[in-house]
T-cell receptor
Framework: AQTVTQSQPEMSVQEAETVTLSCTYD???????LFWYKQPPSRQMILVIR??????QNATENRFSVNFQKAAKSFSLKISDSQLGDTAMYFC???????????FGAGTRLTVKP | GAGVSQSPSNKVTEKGKDVELRCDPI?????LYWYRQSLGQGLEFLIY????????KSGLPSDRFSAERTGGSVSTLTIQRTQQEDSAVYLC?????????????FGPGTRLLVL
């Protein structure tokens, strides 16, 4: 069975600073996908970034980047130059390649302070 | 193109009533998922449709929950004899393909309150 753990229920950061959200997971699969989703107060889940486990290079998407440590089963999200609009719940998720069993962590509530 | 849409956005019902929640996936997406998100919690998988295959119902919490997907497109999640513990946000997602290959795109959800 897969599990995804986000150990930080809440975090805050000053505008323009950098923050890192932690995520660990447990899977017996060798190849899989990892995701970070953002859920602002509007409830709309938005894909932030996606990482293929077979790729060693960390994914980046503008101000968002990940630190993927496959051996440690760790997948942290770094947000650089934080903006007020980054305030949201952030969910880490893991999915095998070939089935629908996508598991989500409990989420981290991030507040960006002016 | 248009994203995933869900209706209604909010639903208040009385305990014991039946409710229907609708999801319109992104056009061309073959996979459709329903999740439940209780207050302050992560997402709980409910059911999954892939093309014309039999749905994966392994996440449905009880036989009061059912879902259909007509014509491989629109899906309806039905909760019969609602209970207060059914109160949650119900999220629908669709993806171009199944499994990790297909990034899931979410709708805005339906917030259900059972009084």
């Amino acid at each position: 069975a897969q599990t995804v753990t986000q150990s930080q229920p809440e975090m805050s950061v000053q505008e323009a600073e950098t923050v890192t959200l932690s995520c660990t997971y447990d899977t017996s699969e060798s190849n899989y996908y990892l995701f970070w989703y953002k859920q602002p107060p509007s409830r709309q889940m938005i894909l932030v970034i996606r990482q293929e486990a077979y790729k060693q290079q960390n994914a980046t998407e503008n101000r968002f980047s990940v630190n993927f440590q496959k051996a440690a089963k760790s997948f942290s999200l770094k947000i650089s130059d934080s903006q007020l609009g980054d305030t949201a719940m952030y969910f880490c998720a893991q999915s095998p390649l070939d089935n629908n069993d996508m598991r989500f962590g409990a989420g981290t509530r991030l507040t960006v302070k002016p | 193109g248009a994203g995933v849409s869900q209706s209604p956005s909010n639903k208040v019902t009385e305990k014991g009533k039946d409710v229907e929640l609708r999801c319109d996936p992104i056009s061309g997406h073959t996979a459709l998922y329903w999740y439940r998100q209780s207050l302050g919690q992560g997402l709980e998988f409910l059911i999954y449709f892939q093309g014309n295959s039999a749905p994966d119902k392994s996440g449905l919490p009880s036989d009061r929950f059912s879902a259909e997907r007509t014509g491989g497109s629109v899906s309806t999640l039905t909760i019969q004899r609602t209970q207060q513990e059914d109160s949650a946000v119900y999220l629908c997602a669709s993806s171009l393909t199944s499994g990790g290959y297909g990034t899931q795109y979410f709708g805005p959800g339906t917030r259900l309150l059972v009084l």
